[in-house]
């Protein structure tokens, strides 16, 4: 009997890229994160990919590790209930910039700015930049 290949559930992708995005904003190896939680390497790229589900104890413990409360791993989870379906999902988005090295290093020198107003010129500096850069293409 053949064995049929189960999708990993949305939420638990969702959990392991803000995983995968706060051991990278730490600067984090997978390494050293299996380390602190007990598991192998591989194992935290099965929990990055969502492949294979965090227990709730190992997800408590692996909060501790990162610096974050547990809601961290969850927000935005429930934000769009279909993922791929709705006009305005950001997955593929998000999850490209999480997964590219400007992308965290930006991520991580936004998130050093503590200044509400500066980090809304930041935004808007941006925007400007690609508003500019889309112009350029046409």
Known sequence: MMK???SPNPVDVHVG?????RR?????SQDK????????????QK???GANRIGASRLYRMAKVLGVPVGFFYEGADEDPAPGFSEGDQTPL???FINSPEGV???????????????????ELVRAMAADAAEDEV
Not at 17 to 21: D, E, I, K, P
Not at 105 to 123: G, W
């Open 4 to 6: 049929s290949q189960k």
């Open 17 to 21: 890229s803000r995983v995968r995005l």
């Open 24 to 28: 990278l904003l730490l600067g984090m």
């Open 33 to 44: 994160l299996g380390e602190e939680l007990g598991v192998t390497f591989q194992q935290i």
């Open 47 to 49: 929990y990055e990919r």
């Open 94 to 96: 998000v999850d490209d």
């Open 105 to 123: 290093a930006l991520a991580a020198a936004f998130a050093s700015i503590k200044s509400t107003k500066v980090r809304r010129k930041v935004l």
